[in-house]
């Protein structure tokens, strides 16, 4: 089945120790989105890319990275993770932009800080 | 600035009708996506409005009205496995979706 895969699913990191966060898709889809969603709240994107052209939101942090070697793969990386960056990170996808697509979401990586 | 409004909780009975109420104002607008989201999973989509009116898709159905600025979302015959989370997002000009923080939905037997 066509799908939208995250990995680890749950992510245990120290205050400050860098993390990657991976997902992959095999829905052949143009568009990839990062979402970081904390309890009770809404989405909030962190960045996407439309093929490989990246788009970050410009209230993103620094400390948050991103990488798209490929069509199929997308990486977030968190630089020095704070208490604060305890969340679940949602991967998307979606055929294109300009144009109404839904978006196809990963299950998820909660990610934990201690 | 773009806001989008839900109630953040709604109880109902199995077997009942809910309907869970969406308002928005976006810069622009490019329809209107409902998502469903069980605790700790990811959303799945359910419906999408861009024309004014009610879609029906089985048990649920989705309403807009671009003029008041206002979905909802209905949900008939519940079922417990329809307790969850359930997520307004606007498309707006730019074809981002802005997102509600959602309305959890609890259904008791």
């Known amino acids: 089945d066509a799908m939208v895969i995250q990995n680890p699913r749950y992510q245990v990191t120290q205050f400050g120790k860098p993390v990657t966060l991976s997902c992959s898709q095999t829905?052949?889809?143009?568009?990839m989105y990062w979402y970081q969603q904390k309890s009770s709240q809404a989405p909030k994107l962190l960045f996407h890319?439309?093929?490989?052209?990246?788009?970050n939101e410009a209230d993103t942090p620094d400390n948050f990275q991103s990488r798209r070697p490929n069509t199929s793969f997308c990486f977030l990386d968190i630089r020095s993770p704070g208490l604060g960056d305890a969340a679940m990170y949602l991967c998307?996808?979606?055929?294109?932009?300009?144009?109404?697509?839904?978006?196809?979401f990963g299950p998820g990586t909660r990610l934990t800080v201690t | 600035g773009q806001n989008i409004d839900q109630p953040t909780e709604m109880t109902a009975t199995e077997g009942a009708i809910v309907q869970i109420n969406c308002t928005y104002q976006?810069?622009?607008?490019?329809?209107l996506f409902w998502y469903q989201q069980h605790a700790g999973e990811a959303p799945t989509f359910l419906s999408y409005?861009?024309l004014d009116g009610l879609e029906e898709k089985g048990r649920f159905s989705s309403f807009l009205s671009r003029s008041k600025g206002y979905s909802y979302l209905l949900l008939k015959e519940l079922q417990m496995k329809d307790s969850a989370s359930y997520l307004c997002?606007?498309?707006?000009?730019?074809?981002?979706?802005?997102w509600g923080a959602g309305t959890k939905l609890i259904i008791k037997p």
């Open positions: 976006t810069s622009g607008f490019n329809g």
């Open positions: 998307a996808t979606s055929r294109a932009t300009g144009d109404i697509y839904e978006q196809y």
């Open positions: 409005n861009v």
């Open positions: 890319y439309y093929d490989k052209d990246f788009n």
């Open positions: 997002a606007v498309c707006d000009s730019n074809y981002q979706l802005i």
């Open positions: 829905l052949n889809h143009n568009v």
